[in-house]
């Protein structure tokens, strides 16, 4: 039996998710903007045919909104993370396997009746039960079907399906994919292809396989081989095991207090803290970094960043926090404009992995701090983020994120919910 | 770099289990331990279908006579085929509205449950998109 794969991809996720819930803005042209409302994050169609590109910043293209009704939002992370949750949810039961790759990305693995039409069955059965679009491509190997999704999104007649396996021309479809636009192919690997003459898809699958291991290692190889039809990529059903955890974030307004920084850094690690917990995980090594805006060309810059070892592998809050404080104090200029710090927590270990030091006994996390930081993150968890917190960060904080454009969090928060006229 | 969890999952619903009740050191166990069964879980009995499950907040009362008040919390469930007489929400005009689907003489109405209230008629041109059907009410006693 031959295997296949599906790449299920929502269209325009985020703005997608709004519109489920804000009818209004179906066919209106809707930009979502990151974290302090900097920069384009997800556009909907009608704003990529006005030539706004992903990642540009909000305040360059005011007139071109302004001039076209753009509806503009700050990003919603809770409602996009329960609703890809949902979509998720939806396309599970109907797979043999199932990797979700991204917020908005899943790869099936499809039995062989599993064609057109149960793509576009299932492509009507998420649109149903979730309101969101999306478009399904598939084909015998990961990269394929993602080649595969790429042109439904590409060419409208499909009805966002498609399966490699009802096109006679494979190589056709393949020579107009520009090679940074195959999977796992970027800028700079794609240089390097042309430099051997290798320009897109087609010519990638018949060029010497030699050259190409040479040249991109064996990644190249791999993908060579995926778009000859050979798959070489499994399902990742379970995700992979993380390597670090991260929690940084630029300010709502520049920062120059070292009060302000460690408030901000304390509940930045607190949240770490709670994602290594959720986890079972606890951080050999911790990473603090500072910067001010580098498109603030005016102010001076700075920037720095250190770490250190925690005394002993931890995820307790209080541990992390001070560890955190100490190095952020080291590497703590005045005078500077911060727009941004944060944490990295690396060298990450099961907990139970972790042998208590038997020299030093106190080193451990005790069963008092256990028990604290479970009864932090239920309540956390009942009662919404960071409504109880440590001290070090801060009560009012004035320097959190900007967003004032954020729709409501339909979905997760009660006092949120949509409502309808009766 | 190092990302976040693609997706946030939580379990939607925590259920208690009440695993051990008698104490082993002294005594007779309790006469319940083989009789123990989990607590009753609402959204087993509410909530048929959680990834198509959304709750919406009713304002207004012109589904009084159906038993809904202002206030109240629907529980709608989008993977439910919409039916002659079910209560929907809709959204006629773009904004979200609940009303009882009523299909006569091929044509199609939004009724109010309140003769307050005029019927609203889907004309024939226009795509009535019905947002998902409810199947249950929340009312404060």
Redesign the interface.
Not at chain 1, 84 to 90: D, L, P
Not at chain 1, 242 to 246: C, V
């Given at each position: 039996m031959s295997t296949r794969f599906a790449l299920v991809d929502c269209n325009n996720f985020y703005a997608s998710c709004e519109r489920v819930f804000n009818?209004?803005l179906?066919g209106r042209p809707v930009a979502i903007l990151s974290n302090n409302d900097g920069c384009v994050i997800a556009r909907s169609e009608e704003v990529k045919q006005l030539g706004v590109p992903m990642g540009a910043p909000a305040h360059e293209h005011k007139e071109t909104f302004r001039k076209n009704g753009v509806v503009v939002m700050s990003s919603n992370y809770s409602l996009y993370?329960?609703m890809?949750?949902?979509?998720?949810?939806?396309l599970r039961p109907n797979a043999r396997a199932m990797e979700?790759?991204?917020?908005d990305e899943a790869f099936l693995a499809l039995e062989e009746w599993q064609g057109v039409d149960f793509a576009r069955w299932l492509r009507a059965r998420v649109r149903?039960?979730?309101?969101i679009p999306v478009s399904i491509g598939i084909g015998p190997t990961k990269t394929l079907a993602k080649i595969a999704n790429r042109i439904t999104k590409k060419t409208p007649e499909l009805g966002g399906v498609l399966d490699l396996a009802l096109v006679r021309d494979i190589d056709e479809i393949l020579s107009k994919i520009a090679c940074d636009d195959i999977w796992g192919i970027g800028k700079r690997l794609a240089v390097r292809l042309a430099a051997g003459g290798i320009r897109n898809a087609c010519e990638m699958k018949h060029g010497d396989s030699a050259w190409i291991r040479k040249t991109l290692g064996v990644v190249g190889e791999r993908i060579q081989r995926e778009l000859q039809g050979i798959p070489c990529l499994e399902l990742e059903e379970m995700?992979a095991p993380?390597?670090?955890?991260?929690s940084a974030k630029s300010f709502g307004r520049p920062v120059e207090k070292l009060e302000e920084l460690e408030e901000a850094l304390a509940t930045y690690t607190a949240r770490a803290a709670e994602?290594l917990r959720s986890g079972g995980l606890v951080a050999k090594q911790i990473h603090v970094f500072v910067a001010t805006n580098p498109f603030s060309i005016k102010q001076p810059q700075y920037s720095a960043g250190t770490d250190a070892p925690l005394p002993h592998p931890s995820n307790h809050t209080p541990d992390l926090i001070s560890a955190a404080l100490r190095l952020l104090r080291a590497i703590y200029q005045p005078g500077h404009q911060y727009k941004k710090t944060g944490i990295?927590l690396t060298e990450l270990v099961a907990e139970e992995s972790v042998q208590p030091d038997f020299f030093e006994p106190a080193s451990i996390i005790t069963e008092r701090g256990r028990e604290i930081d479970q009864i932090v993150d239920t309540l956390n968890r009942k009662l919404g983020r960071n409504v109880v917190r440590y001290a070090a960060m801060g009560l009012n904080p004035s320097w959190a994120m900007r967003q004032e454009n954020r729709s409501g969090r339909?979905?997760t928060r009660?006092d949120e919910?949509?409502?309808?006229?009766? | 770099m190092i990302a976040e969890n693609p997706i946030p999952f939580e379990a939607r619903s925590k259920l208690r289990i009440p695993l051990v009740s008698a104490k082993v050191q002294a005594g007779f166990p309790s006469p319940a331990d083989d009789h123990m069964e989990r607590s009753l879980d609402l959204n087993e009995h509410l909530v048929a279908n959680p990834a198509a499950t959304f709750f919406v907040r009713v304002q207004g009362d012109s589904m009084r006579d159906a038993g809904i008040a202002s206030g109240d919390i629907l529980i709608v469930d989008r993977s439910v085929e919409p039916k002659d007489r079910q209560i929907v929400v809709a959204m006629p005009e773009g904004e979200f509205t609940v009303k009882r689907l009523c299909k006569r003489e091929g044509k199609v109405f939004l009724e109010a449950e309140n003769s307050a209230f005029k019927p609203i008629e889907v004309a024939k041109n226009q795509e009535l998109v019905i947002w998902g059907v409810v199947t249950f009410v929340i009312h404060q006693a």
């Open positions: 009818p209004r179906i993370g329960d890809s949750a949902r979509v998720m949810e939806t979700v790759y991204s917020i149903q039960w979730t309101g995700p993380k390597k670090g955890i991260a994602k990295f339909f979905t009660w919910i949509p409502t309808a006229m009766a | -």
